[in-house]
């Protein structure tokens, strides 16, 4: 069995940053990218909120720059997805998709979070073309034009706000007849002119030649009066959640009530000695790569501190 100092699940900012930082301590960190290579901040196109790129980045090229750095202080990065772990017993033992067991004297955990969708194929379709489940991320792009925020709870309201500082009008659209969010939320999308609720109304799809120009909307449906329409928009926003990425851990460390893994204070200690969370997976809040990046940090760090006691 493969034996390792430190192994880090994940390959996003706080992934590859973790193994910069783990790398240039000797550790001689193995880090699994899992699904998705370069992490969730590759569904978008263009970063123009990170530290460092005056003109803004590709995603993609980011990412790409992130690994590399970390391949040159010496992280061995490899494709694959690590499926179970044993974390109740030293060294750790994990698990890769192809059924190799790993021995891991510390792990860092930055398996990211998933934003949800409402499952229609033109967000698919659309995705980085209109599409976005980002409003701090996209928003930008979308300055002066017409958009869609999709949700009725605190994020989704927080989302809409945000939005209607850069574009001409923003449209809610809401499954109930009703928001969720708290109470000072609701006021601040009601008082805002440049918002407008759509209740109790469901997207059916989306339509566009070369991105989003529209959606395909119902409003009541399934009721007698259901009335269907187009509305036409140049950005859908998903805003209903987000799922972090750790449904292997549980039952092993402890979580928040959706599967966001608790830390200790300001750290990125988990509840079991050795084991450290980064990024999205464990930050139900900011949800931003240069803070994921900053998080990974952290990990990197207190994984040396604890290899060395």
């Known amino acids: 069995m493969e034996h390792v100092k430190c192994l880090i699940i994940g390959s996003g900012p706080a992934g590859y940053t973790a193994a910069i930082y783990a790398g240039r301590a000797n550790l001689m960190p193995i880090e699994y990218v899992g699904l998705q290579m370069g992490g969730q901040l590759t569904q978008t196109t263009i970063v123009e909120n990170f530290p460092g790129y005056p003109e803004g980045v590709d995603a993609n090229q980011m990412m790409m720059e992130f690994r590399q750095q970390a391949e040159r202080f010496g992280a061995e990065i490899r ?23 790993i021995e891991a004297d510390s792990v860092i955990i ?4 998933s934003a949800k969708y409402l499952g229609l194929e033109d967000e698919k379709k659309y995705n980085g073309q209109g599409v976005s489940a980002c409003a701090t991320c996209d928003g930008f792009f979308y300055r002066k034009k017409v958009v869609a925020v999709v949700g009725g709870g605190d994020t989704a309201c927080e989302e809409a706000s945000y939005l209607s500082q850069l574009c001409a009008k923003v449209y809610m659209i809401v499954r109930k007849p009703y928001l969720r ?27 566009g030649e070369n991105g989003v120009e529209g959606a395909h909307v119902v409003h009541r449906k399934g009721e007698a009066d259901e009335r269907r329409y187009d509305l036409p928009i140049d950005g859908f926003f998903l805003a209903i959640g987000h799922k972090p990425n750790t449904e292997i851990f549980k039952g092993q460390l402890e979580m928040d009530e959706v599967g966001y893994i608790r830390t200790k204070g300001a750290s990125t200690s988990t509840n079991i000695e050795g084991v450290f969370a980064a990024g999205d997976c464990a930050d139900p809040t900011y949800r931003q790569a240069v803070v994921a990046a900053g998080s990974g940090c952290k990990a990197a760090l207190e994984a040396e501190r604890y290899l060395n006691q």
């Open 181 to 207: 969010a708290a109470d000072i939320m609701k006021k601040r999308v009601a008082d805002n002119p440049k918002i407008e609720i759509l209740y109790e109304t469901n997207t059916l799809g989306l339509y």
């Open 110 to 113: 930055a398996t990211g979070a």
């Open 79 to 101: 494709d694959g997805v690590i499926v179970k772990a044993e974390l109740s017993k030293r060294p750790f033992v994990l698990t890769t998709d192809r059924g190799d067991e």
